[in-house]
């Protein structure tokens, strides 16, 4: 016997969610409550945890898992099979500043997105921070909670602020 709908949960799902219609998505993404996305493409059969945020121009591949609380800036490519912990933070700004050198409020004409790519099957742990600019290898771990200020080479584990290379991994990702 299915569930029944009761009264009034018809809207629920559009009051919890902010999915703007420029938003592609792929066959069977899941997508929890309190999440923002706008501009942005996600691949088949991911999954989009609580309160995350996915802006323009970003790409999330297919089989991706974004855990909740993470904040995914303009600028950022995610291949298939990543797994993002919670509460990660990508930047866009090497040089974030509020104002112009006059006083204004900096528009997007006064900085340049510095873009950030992950690659297939990477993982990168609850708290991390990835700064722009960066490459992320293929079947690569970042420990929680690092701060990540350089390229990270195909199939290491780095951890720590700044990251640092504890190991290399065999390709098969184990």
Not at 5 to 20: T, V, W
Request: charged share 20%; proline share 3%.
């Amino acid at each position: 016997m299915g569930k029944k709908k009761q009264k009034g949960q018809e809207g629920l799902q559009s009051r919890f969610q902010k999915i703007a219609p420029d938003v592609k998505l792929g066959k069977g993404v899941q997508i929890h409550n309190f999440v923002n996305l706008y501009g942005c493409e996600i691949g088949d059969r991911t999954k989009i945890g609580s309160f995350v945020e996915i802006q323009k121009g970003v790409r999330v591949g297919q089989n991706c898992k974004i855990s909740s609380h993470s904040f995914i800036c303009e600028g950022v490519s995610i291949d298939d099979e990543v797994f993002v912990g919670h509460h990660v933070v990508f930047i866009n700004d090497r040089y974030p500043k509020a104002t112009t050198d006059d006083g204004q409020l900096q528009t997007e004409q006064d900085w340049v997105v510095m873009p950030t790519y992950v690659g297939r099957s990477a993982s990168i742990g609850s708290g991390a921070v990835i700064l722009s600019g960066l490459e992320i290898g293929e079947g690569s771990m970042i420990g929680a909670g690092s701060v990540v200020v350089k390229n990270v080479r195909p199939y290491v584990i780095v951890a720590g602020n700044p990251a640092r290379v504890l190991r290399r991994m065999p390709k098969t990702g184990k």
